[in-house]
């Protein structure tokens, strides 16, 4: 009897490592037909998850309802499962490195409960051959098993988008891969069983590893294409929006927007790609030119206000600007990996008084991971706003109510272009 049928039959569970916005959804959506665990190393998220509260508030609390799933932080609860799937974050370093701590640590884990038969998948992104090259040898030691011979393994990335309530996990087609051909159809059987958009078989591992990180790579490097071009066109006080709107006629330009590129993926995956691709004696200039380029937009629209409140002749110590939005996205409470905090800091260098708002954002965790407190409510008197992120709570917002918050000879700054075409009194400017 195969690993599929025993999950089928249920006398085996999965168990899912890491229970972030890939972990839980995926957990979740087994659990409506097979026995899972999900486990996660942190014990405040855990007890939240019992509650069915998601910390992420990706996922609603009758979506917890009727499925067959226990949450753990004990390592006894996972011993018994046979299907492992990791989905634990992979971030960058401050020098823009790969941080494997958290996918080592995930496959340590395993390691030390991994049995004869087993199963373990991957879903973090990783570069091409982290998973064969860093996280096997790390089990085989850990379980003093042999790869291939006493467990499989395959790779099967995440597609999430946070935020997205159309493009949902069993909306997406599937990628899977496995450490031999019965692995594969075997991992392939379990995936397909909940994925109604359907499977993608890639060959090997790497091929899987690859797909995933090339996917952000070139959509950072599509946005980096319009931030370039946003500084050009402003420079001829041409709008950006303007011009995308009118080149998006044409049937296959790829309609593409500048702005901040945070996030646990677009603005973290190239790093993984240029890391690996370094190793091996080459430098990608092409996508290590447009991660530059996206990375210093933020200081860049701080400068931008600086020259606003100077050309208005307000005194720059002490002015006070007001920033929409705090997360890396519209929409979401996730706030990993915020370009906002770039804006604020040099703000901040400056001496301006930086007030930041975030209806979505938690303010706890705001001041845990970037050290600035958000602002309870929108205030008044304020020299200029920085519409940074188009959460549906500031859509309803128009030139009255810019000017009824702020002091005379203020300005706007829209990165997103939500206003476009509504301010006919006060300054605007959008990339």
């Not at 002015?319 to 996205?329: H, Q, V």
């Not at 008084?353 to 407190?373: N, S, W």
């Not at 020299?383 to 030139?399: F, M, N, P, T, W």
Request: hydrophobic content about 40%; overall charge negative.
């Amino acid at each position: 009897m195969g690993i599929f049928n025993e999950i089928t039959s249920k006398k085996t569970s999965i168990a899912i490592i890491g229970l972030g916005y890939v972990g839980l959804p995926l957990a979740l959506e087994f659990a409506r037909k097979y026995k899972v665990v999900g486990f996660d190393i942190n014990p405040k998220r855990v007890d939240m998850l019992k509650r069915k509260e998601d910390p992420s508030k990706e996922v609603a609390p009758d979506e917890f309802e009727g499925r067959d799933i226990i949450f753990s932080y004990n390592l006894e609860d996972i011993r018994d499962c046979s299907f492992y799937i990791v989905a634990v974050p992979t971030p960058i370093d401050d020098a823009k490195s790969p941080d494997l701590r958290p996918l080592i640590g995930a496959s340590r884990t395993v390691g030390k409960v991994l049995k004869k038969g087993d199963y373990v998948v991957f879903e973090s992104t990783v570069y091409p051959g982290c998973t064969e090259e860093d996280c096997i040898p790390v089990m085989e030691k850990e379980s003093g098993l042999v790869f291939n011979k006493d467990f499989k393994v395959g790779y099967s990335p995440e597609r999430i988008n946070p935020g997205d309530k159309v493009n949902t996990l069993t909306k997406i087609l599937k990628i899977v891969s496995g450490s031999d051909a019965e692995s594969l159809e075997e991992i392939a059987a379990l995936y397909g069983s909940i994925i109604t958009a359907g499977i993608h078989k890639a060959p090997t591992i790497k091929v899987a590893e690859a797909a995933k990180i090339i996917e952000n790579t070139q959509r950072d490097l599509n946005i980096s294409l319009m931030n370039e071009l946003s500084l050009i066109f402003d420079k001829m006080n041409i709008n950006t929006y303007d011009v995308i709107e009118a080149a998006g006629t044409k049937w296959n330009f790829l309609k593409f927007s500048p702005g901040l590129v945070g996030g646990h993926c677009i603005g973290v995956d190239p790093y993984y790609l240029t890391y690996k691709a370094t190793e091996l004696g080459l430098h990608p200039r092409v996508i290590a030119a447009g991660r530059f380029t996206n990375d210093m937009m933020g200081a860049h629209i701080a400068k931008v206000a600086i020259k606003k409140l100077i050309s208005n002749d307000k005194k720059i110590k002490g002015a006070k600007i007001l920033i929409l939005g705090a997360t890396f996205k519209e929409d979401v409470a996730d706030i990993r990996n915020s370009k906002i905090v770039d804006i604020v800091r040099e703000l901040k260098s400056f001496s301006v008084d930086v007030e930041v708002v975030d209806p979505r954002a938690d303010a706890e965790e705001v001041f845990e991971e970037y050290g600035f407190h958000l602002a309870k409510e929108i205030g008044v008197k304020y020299d200029g706003v920085i519409a940074a992120v188009s959460h549906q709570e500031y859509k309803g917002l128009d030139e009255k109510y810019f000017q009824s918050v702020c002091n005379p000879g203020s300005f706007v700054l829209d990165l997103k272009g939500l206003f476009r075409g509504k301010f006919k009194a006060m300054e605007y400017w959008s990339l």
